[in-house]
């Protein structure tokens, strides 16, 4: 039925491309010919990684708490894009590795779980009991926003490091070579993204030893995940729960996004894919995936960013269903 409304609306067939099969995912989610964005949200999670201590990233750890501190002041571009695009944004400490003042920092959601997750070169990044926390975490940011009348939920996140763990998932989930998943990160130059590989593979080697046979893929993603992840990821689940759709950004988030998919693989009907970014791997990972990006911007920020960019694209998506006639109504000849 959905897609015969899209057809009679008074334009050739399949000539708004992309946007008719956007209209049509958006319609079968919310159940409705005439769907609607309600009071859309962003939520961003912070965390830092043990594994950013082996030298991973050209960005120190501070900057992660300096910039969630940024995002207060309203000066990060996750803060522009949800000003030009309406969001409410939200952003919430998972596992930053800093104790914010909560006078100085009140728009700063304090669930921190712990100081960052512990350094998987050696030891799980988290523990059973912090996997299901932060999976909690996210999942309870998603009922406030849903509380608040939301239907459209963006995400994304900030943690120095977060690429590492976002390649070993693509690697571990999609079997494709290590040395394809790892990229530069935030700016590593050729040296660095070397040592970059040669320690996710340590790393990966090690799990390997641990579980040769396998593992659940809860298991597999916290031995590696940051606590941010974990969050968002739980986000991911609980928002696909309430039948909202789920903007995914970049590199990471698209890796939470196929780990959430290995879960339960129905979150994926929620998914709409912002961008594909310029850090190495992502373009195979949405491959690999079978998801179709809006956008390449060669756009690699993070915080959410890519995503919100897209949401223009999802409006007149909506708009299109809502407010273009059909051929029989505006008397135009249907001539296919």
Known sequence: MVQERIDNLNKPKGSLGRLESLALQVALVQHTLTPSLEH??????????????????????????????NYGRGGGGVNMFCRQHGFNLRVVDVGVDYDFDPAECPHIINCKIAHGTRNFLHEEAMTEREWQQALAVGAAQVDECRAEGCNVISLGEMGIGNTSPSSILMHLLL??????????????DATGVQHKRDVLQAAVDRFRGEWPAGCPVPTLVRSFAGLEMAAAIGAMLRAAEHRMLILVDGFIMTSCML???????AVMDYAVFGHCGDEGGHRRMLCAMKAEPLLSLGLRLGEGTGALCAYPLVQSAVNMLNEMDTFSHARITKYF
């Open 259 to 265: 780990a959430a998919s290995r879960m339960d693989e």
């Open 40 to 69: 859309p949200c962003h939520i961003l999670f912070g965390g830092d990684h043990g594994i950013e201590r082996e030298g991973v990233s050209v960005s120190p750890r501070e900057v992660t708490w300096q910039q969630m501190k």
């Open 175 to 188: 079997d494709i070579p290590l040395a394809e998943c790892v990229g530069a990160g935030s700016g590593l």
